[in-house]
């Protein structure tokens, strides 16, 4: 099994995509959030979904990302952007979906993996577990217990040792003062809402969201009231739903101006104002039936 997690770790340090998405996993598992990815343009693609918002917290799962992935130290990949939203069914087109709708994320935002200097390099290069030649050339054999007790074998050996460690010392210190490792970028990237909302879909709250925010309580409701629209047969149901889209409006309403989504909340008082009279004209054909 350690030798799995070794081999799995080799993978992902060498840039596998599949790989890093099994770590990401497995270290995020107790929080029950799952990832996806895709490597494209040179950006590593993230998608981060959970049952529920609390634990796609941003400043928590960023910084739990990036240490992770650091750790990992990826060739080739720096840019990663970080997308979260609610957990959905299986989509093969994520990140095709996501372009065309951001406004169904959560939130989004790129980070830049700093580079590990030229010691940290060597230092896991030295851990790394050597692979043997399937195939040996054969040579003269020589006793290793006479070669150990070669006193000049020894100072030589020792000699090596002292010189190899001065030599990447000097190279570290002269790497770390003439070339600065990037620091991560932490610039957020909030998707930019359509014109005209078509989906009660999770949109993108502001760094600033919490669980109170009633932005995001309005948004919870109408996906709610969304999926209970696609199953309901009854006048009850159809009232009840249509009481969800009216509460979802008047939360909208409440959004204070100051707000960075206070926009799409105005659309969106209209919109599910519009949603409830429809559930309310569902209940009475019910009725009337």
Aim: hydrophobic fraction near 40%.
């Amino acid at each position: 099994m350690h030798d799995s997690m070794d081999d799995i770790a080799k993978q992902a340090h060498q840039g596998s995509v599949a790989a890093i998405i099994q770590i990401l996993n497995q270290q995020l598992a107790d929080d029950r959030v799952r990832t996806r990815a895709v490597f494209a343009d040179g950006v590593l693609h993230l998608l981060c979904e959970a049952p529920v918002v609390e634990p796609l917290d941003r400043s928590v799962l960023i910084n739990h990302i990036q240490k992770i992935l650091e750790d990992i130290a990826p060739r080739n990949i720096r840019r990663v952007n970080i997308n979260s939203r609610i957990v959905q069914e299986q989509q093969l087109l994520w990140l095709e979906e996501i372009s065309r709708n951001p406004d169904h994320l959560l939130w989004s935002q790129e980070i830049v993996l700093s580079k590990p200097n030229l010691l940290q390099q060597w230092i896991k290069a030295f851990k790394s577990p050597k692979v043997e030649p399937k195939k040996k050339t054969q040579l003269p054999q020589v006793s290793s217990r006479k070669v150990k007790q070669n006193p000049r074998f020894q100072r030589h050996f020792v000699s090596g040792i002292s010189v190899l460690v001065l030599l990447l010392l000097a190279g570290w210190l002269v790497y770390d003062r003439l070339i600065p490792s990037p620091y991560a970028s932490t610039t957020p990237q909030e998707p930019t809402p359509p014109p005209t909302p078509v989906s009660p879909s999770t949109t993108a709250p502001s760094t600033t969201a919490t669980p109170s925010d009633p932005f995001t309580q309005a948004v919870r409701l109408a996906i709610e009231a969304d999926a209970e629209g696609k199953t309901a047969n009854t006048a009850a149901q159809w009232l009840d739903i249509a009481a969800r889209w009216e509460k979802a409006s008047t939360l909208m309403s409440s959004v204070n101006p100051d707000h960075p989504r206070y926009e799409t909340a105005r659309d969106r008082v209209i919109l599910y104002r519009q949603n409830s009279q429809l559930a309310q004209q569902q209940a009475k054909q019910r009725q009337s039936q």
